[in-house]
């Protein structure tokens, strides 16, 4: 409960809101050296609290509904992209390059899971687009670490040298990011407060007609966009044509989502049409990325009053690092998450991508508080979260508690099953539960770009 009032109260929320969550605690959930059981909770618990606040103002209700936390969930839906299954069959998660090697003096850990990345590193490397495994290794294997991280880096790939906690807290960018607090939120602009319709009937959906334009991808962005369509949000995820994306990670971040493809530089009408009506902006790019579409938070505040925009990045938009790519696997490895959970002959990993589903649950929350707050103070909205202060959070700020005495028995209690455009799917419940709101999405995921670029 700790963690959840301090995340709540960055948020802004009402001190006293936090005793209305409770926790179900499971023995061996999220088992980890660090406290990733306690991170979940704080993360899903403080998304859930904003969500029951949200329905509680729009249902005209004096009271906050109830919230439920409970570790068989959160221990699920962390790895849900480990669990969906297509027509029986399991999905497909890191390619052969994205792994840890041993270089010259350490380790070094790879992401080569798109053909660009791994084109990227095998060009920083000066190998063939055939590479073996075993070649990569062997070219690894005879360089420094941080001489790879620069040299993979400079050609637009991603490959990040491992570094311990106390190495990392040296570092320029670690720095910076400490001195940020855990989600940035501010506003932009004036705007006449947010009106919205009261809401009834058998579920609590509090973000029902509120459009999310939804520009993320890979996980931490799409669980927050996803959780938010939970919700009751229009949500209307829009990728480049040309950009590839892996199937099974856009099904399993897809549930009560649509799906279209635009191109933001030759079809900037469409985009046009589609943020005139959109109350959030969801962004998942590297940071300044889409500042030459006029997609920079003021740009879009200016030419939409009253507009949310959510910013996601690795590691921040701040620091020496701020324009570069990241994902989960490199930022627990640049942070020494990764050498705290191996061991001095290998290096480790979190039980779940905790950092990518956390924040994902972390920024929800922060767009669900965002529009609380636009009902009586107006405005437009900027939250930014970044996955390298997330473990900072981790690494020096989340409290581990006590366990308690029910057994963490396995993750069917906490999976269904239905039909889709793409097969039957088996699949991760969202684990954030308040008393009368939703127990599962609307509709399941289609397939990328199925959709028209308009709202439904």
């Given at each position: 409960?700790?963690?959840i009032?301090?995340?709540?109260s960055?948020?802004?929320g009402?001190p006293?809101?936090?005793?209305?969550?409770?926790?179900?605690?499971?023995?061996?959930?999220?088992?980890?050296r660090?406290p990733v059981?306690?991170?979940?909770r704080?993360?899903v618990?403080t998304?859930t609290?904003?969500?029951?606040?949200l329905?509680?103002?729009r249902a005209?209700?004096?009271q906050?509904?109830e919230?439920?936390?409970?570790?068989?969930a959160?221990a699920?839906a962390?790895?849900?992209?480990r669990?969906?299954?297509?027509?029986?069959?399991?999905p497909?998660?890191?390619?052969?390059?994205?792994?840890f090697w041993?270089?010259a003096?350490g380790w070094?850990?790879?992401h080569?899971n798109?053909?660009h990345?791994?084109?990227?590193?095998?060009d920083?490397?000066g190998?063939?687009a055939?590479?073996?495994?075993?070649?990569?290794?062997?070219?690894?294997?005879e360089?420094?670490a941080?001489?790879?991280?620069?040299?993979v880096?400079?050609?637009g790939g991603?490959?990040?040298?491992?570094?311990?906690?106390?190495?990392?807290?040296?570092?320029?960018?670690?720095?910076?990011?400490?001195?940020?607090?855990?989600?940035?939120?501010?506003?932009?602009?004036?705007?006449?407060?947010?009106v919205l319709a009261?809401?009834?009937?058998?579920r609590l959906?509090?973000a029902?007609?509120?459009?999310v334009?939804?520009l993320t991808?890979?996980?931490?962005?799409?669980?927050?966009?996803r959780?938010?369509a939970?919700?009751g949000?229009?949500?209307l995820?829009v990728d480049?044509p040309?950009?590839?994306?892996?199937?099974?990670?856009?099904?399993?971040?897809?549930?009560?989502k649509?799906?279209?493809?635009?191109?933001?530089a030759a079809?900037?009408?469409t985009?046009?049409?589609?943020?005139?009506t959109?109350?959030?902006v969801v962004t998942?790019?590297?940071?300044?990325?889409?500042?030459r579409?006029?997609?920079?938070?003021?740009a879009?505040a200016?030419?939409?009053?009253g507009?949310?925009?959510?910013?996601?990045?690795?590691?921040g938009?701040y620091?020496?690092w701020a324009?570069?790519?990241?994902?989960?696997?490199?930022?627990q490895?640049?942070?020494?998450i990764a050498?705290?959970e191996?061991?001095?002959?290998?290096?480790?990993a979190l039980p779940?991508?905790?950092?990518?589903?956390?924040?994902g649950?972390l920024?929800?929350?922060?767009?669900?508080?965002?529009l609380?707050?636009?009902?009586?103070?107006?405005?437009?909205?900027v939250?930014?979260?970044?996955?390298?202060r997330?473990?900072?959070?981790?690494l020096?700020?989340?409290e581990?508690?006590?366990?308690?005495?029910?057994?963490h028995a396995?993750?069917d209690?906490?999976?269904?099953?239905?039909?889709?455009?793409l097969?039957?799917?088996r699949?991760?419940?969202p684990?954030?539960?308040?008393e009368g709101g939703p127990?599962?999405?609307?509709r399941?995921?289609?397939?990328l770009g199925?959709?028209?670029?308009r709202?439904?």
């Open positions: 409960m700790t963690d009032k301090f995340v709540w960055v948020l802004g009402d006293a809101l936090p005793s209305r969550v409770s926790t179900v605690v499971r023995e061996g959930a999220l088992d980890a660090l059981r306690e991170l979940a704080a993360c618990g998304c609290l904003a969500a029951a606040e329905a509680a103002r005209g209700r004096s906050v509904p919230v439920r936390v409970d570790d068989g959160l699920t962390f790895v849900s992209e669990h969906l299954q297509i027509d029986g069959r399991a497909v998660t890191f390619a052969p390059l994205s792994r041993r270089t003096d070094v850990r790879t080569a798109y053909p990345h791994r084109a990227r590193l095998l920083a490397l190998l063939s055939g590479a073996s495994v075993e070649t990569v290794a062997a070219a690894l294997a360089r420094p941080k001489d790879v991280e620069d040299a880096y400079a050609t991603l490959a990040v040298a491992l570094r311990t906690a106390k190495e990392w807290a040296a570092h320029e960018q670690a720095v910076a990011v400490a001195d940020r607090p855990l989600i940035e939120h501010e506003r932009l602009g004036t705007a006449h407060a947010r009261p809401i009834g009937g058998d959906l509090p029902a007609g509120v459009r334009l939804d991808r890979v996980i931490a962005g799409p669980v927050a966009t959780t938010l939970l919700l949000a229009d949500v995820r480049a040309r950009l590839p994306e892996l199937p099974d990670q856009h099904a399993d971040t897809g549930f009560g649509r799906s279209a493809a635009l191109d933001l079809d900037r009408r985009f046009e049409e589609l943020l005139a959109a109350d959030v998942g790019y590297r940071p300044g990325a889409l500042d579409f006029g997609l920079s938070p003021e879009l200016e030419r939409r009053p507009l949310v925009v959510a910013q996601l990045s690795a590691w938009a620091g020496p324009e570069r790519r990241g994902f989960d696997s490199l930022v490895v640049a942070t020494g050498a705290i191996g061991t001095p002959e290998q290096p480790g779940a991508q905790a950092l990518d589903h956390g924040t649950y920024l929800a929350a922060a767009v669900l508080r965002a609380t707050e636009q009902l009586e103070q107006g405005d437009s909205r939250v930014r979260l970044a996955l390298a997330t473990a900072h959070w981790l020096n700020g989340v581990r508690q006590g366990v308690g005495d029910a057994a396995g993750p209690a906490w999976l269904a099953e239905r039909d889709s455009a097969g039957r799917l699949y991760a419940l684990p954030v539960s308040f127990v599962d999405w609307a399941p995921p289609g397939a199925a959709d028209s670029a709202w439904g």
